[in-house]
């Protein structure tokens, strides 16, 4: 559903999503529903659940001609990954962590 007085008009632009938990699936299911025709959402692994409009693509954001190939030819792209489960604060997940977490 699109909770808004009056929906913006599409763009026509080529969108990435890089991370569909909470916030990225929202954010790719949202400019489906405004009527974007090229939105990806990419992450490690797979969503639980798929809206309409959306093409998704598994790939790491720690490798890097993973994250060049889901991008190339994007106009615009959102990064809302990270590792925040208190779990993986633990000392021996310090690199992975570091790795997706730090730019």
């Known amino acids: 559903e699109y909770r808004v007085a009056r929906k913006p008009p599409a763009t026509g632009k080529r969108y ?17 529903l405004r009527g974007e025709a090229h939105v990806i959402g990419f992450d490690i692994a797979a969503p639980r659940r798929r809206p309409p409009g959306v093409k998704f693509v598994r790939g790491d954001v720690t490798n890097y001609a993973s ?35 730090v730019v």
Not at 16 to 32: F, N, P, W
Not at 80 to 96: D, K, V
């Open 16 to 32: 990435v999503v890089v991370g569909t938990g909470s916030v990225g699936m929202r954010m790719a299911e949202v400019l489906a």
């Open 67 to 101: 994250i060049l190939d889901a991008v190339r030819g994007a106009d615009v792209v959102f990064a809302t990954f990270a590792l925040i489960r208190p779990h993986e604060r633990l000392s021996f997940l310090y690199g992975p962590s570091h790795a997706v977490n």
